[in-house]
Nanobody, 124 residues
Framework: QVQLVESGGGLVQAGGSLRLSCTAS????????MGWFRQAPGKEREFVAA????????NYADSVKGRFTIFRDNAKITVYLQMNSLKPEDTAVYYC?????????????????WGQGTQVTVSS
């Protein structure tokens, strides 16, 4: 079992930045691919970014490419999402997810463990 705890959400003005963190505990973290998803009110949870265990492969949703960066520190068992040039449409609850695989995927159903989410609100 893997427990995931997100932090770093908050309120920011459009154009600003935030860094989300997701710290894992419970089992070996270094064999898991990690992802970030988000869910806005009334919408489906959608893929944002993912990274392999080694960090050599990353994947981003088109809507965040060039603005968001996912990276991980396996020594700290933490994965990060650096969010720059934030837009009001980025407002959502952001979830961290872990997948028992070395391969990244954008498919929500393929992730085995989820955090509780952290709210990101971008004002215009």
């Amino acid at each position: 079992q893997v427990q995931l705890v997100e932090s770093g959400g908050g309120l920011v003005q459009a154009g600003g930045s935030l860094r989300l963190s997701c710290t894992a505990s419970g089992r070996a973290f270094d064999s898991y691919a990690m992802g970030w998803f988000r869910q806005a009110p009334g919408k489906e949870r959608e893929f944002v970014a993912a990274i392999t265990w080694s960090g050599d492969t990353v994947n981003y949703a088109d809507s965040v490419k060039g603005r968001f960066t996912i990276f991980r520190d396996n020594a700290k068992i933490t994965v990060y999402l650096q969010m720059n040039s934030l837009k009001p449409e980025d407002t959502a609850v952001y979830y961290c997810a872990a997948r028992r695989s070395t391969v990244v995927t954008t498919v929500r159903a393929f992730y085995n463990f989820w955090g509780q989410g952290t709210q990101v609100t971008v004002s215009s």
